[in-house]
């Protein structure tokens, strides 16, 4: 053993620079890479479960906001929830080229550090009747703080795992990150109904029961019931955790030598065919996820929402399965894509999300609940295939020739950055046509035929039979 590989092996815990990087060469790996790449993963998954969480704290608040006593128009609403999907992409494509410039370790430090600021901002504004939809739509944008580092985080821990490794890596990462969309969500209701964190939360506010009517306007409901709530507690929940990662991140991360490039060398990623495909492709599915996990709350309470049989707190009661069945599943994803191609995982996903697309339409309608559990389980449908897809498409680009070490990683971040825009399309579609047609039919008719050119491109390149030697 050279001393060099004797200083890798006992110093695998140390942060900062590695020299040293052989992921493919079997022995360097169980000397000292394996330790030091899942140690990487441990911190890298909190850190974007974090950075989903600050990015989505929006879905789980609006749907509160007017029964705080705001008076918030349904399309106005559905712009805070899609300004930190519009900020957040943007901010995607530069971190897409951080981790090659700047080294995991710094990347990690501004990624983490950056969400402390629209958190406490937003601790603060949430206790004030007065704040100003202007000033919460700052507060969105600035979430999108949370969005941009999904990018840079796929593509630090791509440079720390061998490619027969990539799908189980890249899922776990990207899978129980996204579990901070469904975390948010599920957590915030409790959260907010009691005075948990005593006086460091600040006082409480008036929350009455109220819903959209079929007109779109807003109603209280008469005699409906009025109780304290802590709106602020969704914010204040997460600060302490930002903090402690954020420690961990500067304890023990990593930046590897063998990954840093110089920005003129990255953008010849624009060059390759590949990078175009997958950027579609990877659209159509983490687009797709967190389109619908930002905008499927809000769906919920203006479709079902407005029934007389419908329950109050409906939306927040059911919405948070959709992003945990999302992210629990894209694991899998990579596993099966490991096992049967990420290609072949990718077109059986995409057919199933196409047909539960055009399907959910028949139960857009209502005129009591009783229809409620099939537009639910469809959509849950919708979800399953969204977290299959999130999987297997990135699996794709962790093998594809076309993509070597160093390209993979930029690849990476750039598909990541481009098919974040669905949590601004997504809802901003939903917006058009709901406040067109009272339904969203229109809206997923037209990214069900979306998904169907996408399997016509999959199929084309990564799975004809001349297309096959891409190694997809």
């Known amino acids: 053993m050279t001393a060099q590989q004797d200083r890798s092996q006992r110093n695998w815990l140390r942060p900062g620079w590695v020299d040293e990087w052989a992921p493919e060469d079997p022995a360097f790996w169980e000397r000292a890479g394996k330790k030091m790449a899942w140690k990487n993963l441990v911190i890298s998954i909190p850190a974007l479960h974090l950075g989903f969480v600050v990015w989505m704290l929006w879905s789980a608040l609006v749907v509160n906001l007017n029964n705080m006593g705001y008076d918030f128009a349904i399309g106005e609403l559905f712009w805070l929830l899609a300004i930190s999907g519009l900020t957040g992409p943007t901010l995607r494509i530069f971190h897409s080229f951080l981790p090659s410039k700047l080294g995991g370790w710094l990347t990690h430090l501004i990624s983490v550090g950056s969400l402390a600021i629209p958190t406490i901002w937003l601790f603060f504004a949430l206790q004030s009747p007065t704040t100003s939809w202007g000033e919460f739509m700052l507060i969105g944008a600035l979430c999108g703080f949370g969005g941009g580092n999904f990018a840079s985080s796929m593509s630090n821990i791509s440079s720390f795992f061998p490619r027969r490794q990539q799908g189980l890596a890249l899922g776990l990462n990207a899978g129980l990150g996204n579990l901070g969309v469904s975390s948010v969500q599920f957590l915030t209701n409790p959260i907010i109904g009691t005075a948990v964190f005593g006086g460091i939360a600040g006082g409480s506010m008036l929350y009455r029961e109220g819903k959209f009517l079929a007109s779109g306007e807003w109603a209280y409901t008469v005699g409906g019931i009025a109780k304290e709530i802590w709106l602020q507690n969704a914010a204040l929940l997460w600060i302490l955790p930002i903090i402690v990662v954020l420690v961990a991140a500067?304890?023990?991360?990593?930046?590897?030598?063998?990954?840093?490039?110089?920005?003129?060398?990255?953008?010849?990623?624009?060059?390759?065919?590949?990078?175009?495909?997958?950027?579609?492709?990877?659209?159509?599915?983490?687009?797709?996820?967190?389109?619908?996990?930002?905008?499927?709350?809000?769906?919920?309470?203006?479709?079902?929402?407005?029934?007389?049989?419908?329950?109050?707190?409906?939306?927040?009661?059911y919405a948070f399965l959709g992003p945990l069945i999302g992210s629990v599943i894209r694991p899998v994803g990579g596993w099966l894509s490991d096992k049967y191609s990420g290609a072949k995982v990718t077109l059986a996903a995409g057919l199933v999300l196409t047909g539960a697309s055009i399907g959910v339409t028949a139960y857009t309608h209502p005129t009591d609940m009783s229809t409620f559990p099939y537009f639910l389980g469809l959509f849950l449908l919708m979800f399953t295939c969204t977290g299959v897809l999130n999987g297997s498409t990135?699996?794709?680009?962790?093998?594809?020739?076309?993509?070597?070490?160093?390209?993979?990683?930029?690849?990476?971040?750039?598909?990541?950055?481009?098919?974040?825009?669905?949590?601004?399309?997504?809802?901003?579609?939903?917006?058009?046509?709901?406040?067109?047609?009272?339904?969203?039919?229109?809206?997923?008719?037209?990214?069900?035929?979306?998904?169907?050119?996408?399997?016509?491109v999959l199929w084309y390149f990564y799975l004809r039979s001349k297309a096959q030697e891409h190694g997809a």
């Open 250 to 317: 500067v304890l023990f991360m990593n930046s590897i030598r063998a990954f840093s490039l110089s920005l003129s060398e990255q953008v010849q990623i624009f060059k390759l065919k590949h990078t175009w495909l997958m950027t579609w492709l990877y659209t159509m599915a983490f687009g797709s996820f967190i389109g619908y996990s930002t905008a499927f709350p809000l769906t919920i309470q203006v479709v079902y929402g407005g029934l007389p049989d419908s329950p109050d707190g409906l939306a927040l009661r």
């Open 394 to 456: 990135f699996r794709m680009i962790g093998v594809i020739k076309q993509f070597n070490f160093q390209t993979k990683g930029p690849v990476l971040g750039w598909t990541s950055a481009i098919a974040a825009y669905g949590a601004f399309i997504i809802p901003t579609v939903f917006r058009s046509v709901i406040e067109s047609n009272g339904a969203p039919d229109l809206g997923l008719y037209m990214f069900a035929a979306f998904y169907a050119v996408s399997m016509v």
